[in-house]
């Protein structure tokens, strides 16, 4: 089946130790996002590529970065996290939207991220 | 983003209908209507959209009042895996933030045997 694949579904690291979460997809989207989650909380957007365009939210902080090699793998990088840091994330994508037209978002299962 | 209103929780028997109401005062013209669903400890997934008219799928219906200031998700038989949180979502196509999805607080909904 298509899916988006999200690894590791757990991972604990120390507080400023640098950590990279991947998500990979095959359903040969041209959009993907890293959304964070944090506990009782909605998902709130952290960027997006569209293709290989780059999109930062205003708010997110510098600390996460992103990288797409390719159509199929997505990466966020923490480069020092901090507590607050400690939340899921959750990687999404879809089609290429068309104007006036709407692409679902498939989600993946998300890595839960614990920073101590 | 126009913003929305869902309640904290619901509760519904098993096998029995759920209405989940969204109110949307401010929607715009072009705004579609989304509702996700997140199951624990898992990703949201896409459960229905609209714009207007009323609207059936395999997972649920969507009913759009006249002015468009509300909508109602509707699940006709709850089961014990519809429990989740339900967010609905506004997203205007033809606005500069098209490809992505704002998340509200959403209802948790909460399904007894």
């Known amino acids: 089946d298509a899916m988006v694949i999200q690894n590791p579904r757990y991972q604990v690291t120390q507080f400023g130790k640098p950590v990279t979460l991947s998500c990979s997809q095959t359903?040969?989207?041209?959009?993907m996002y890293w959304y964070q989650q944090k506990s009782s909380q909605a998902p709130k957007l952290l960027f997006h590529?569209?293709?290989?365009?780059?999109?930062n939210e205003a708010d997110t902080p510098d600390n996460f970065q992103s990288r797409r090699p390719n159509t199929s793998f997505c990466f966020l990088d923490i480069r020092s996290p901090g507590l607050g840091d400690t939340a899921m994330y959750l990687c999404?994508?879809?089609?290429?939207?068309?104007?006036?037209?709407?692409?679902?978002?498939?989600f993946g299962p998300g890595t839960r991220l614990t920073v101590l | 983003d126009a913003k929305t209103t869902q309640p904290n929780s619901m509760e519904s028997n098993e096998e029995e209908p759920v209405h989940l109401p969204c109110n949307h005062s401010?929607?715009?013209?072009?705004?579609?209507i989304h509702w996700y669903r997140q199951l624990p400890s898992q990703g949201p997934e896409y459960v229905i959209h609209?714009?207007?008219s009323n609207v059936n799928n395999r997972m649920a219906s969507l009913a759009i009042a006249e002015d468009r200031k509300s909508s109602t998700l509707i699940l006709h038989r709850a089961t014990l895996r519809d429990a989740a949180v339900y967010y609905c979502?506004?997203?205007?196509?033809?606005?500069?933030?098209?490809?992505?999805?704002?998340f509200g607080s959403g209802t948790q909904l909460t399904v007894l045997p």
């Open positions: 999404a994508t879809s089609r290429a939207p068309l104007t006036g037209g709407y692409n679902e978002q498939f």
């Open positions: 359903l040969n989207h041209n959009v």
């Open positions: 590529y569209y293709d290989k365009d780059f999109n």
């Open positions: 401010t929607i715009s013209g072009t705004d579609y």
């Open positions: 609209g714009l207007t």
């Open positions: 979502i506004l997203r205007d196509p033809y606005s500069g933030s098209a490809r992505q999805l704002t």
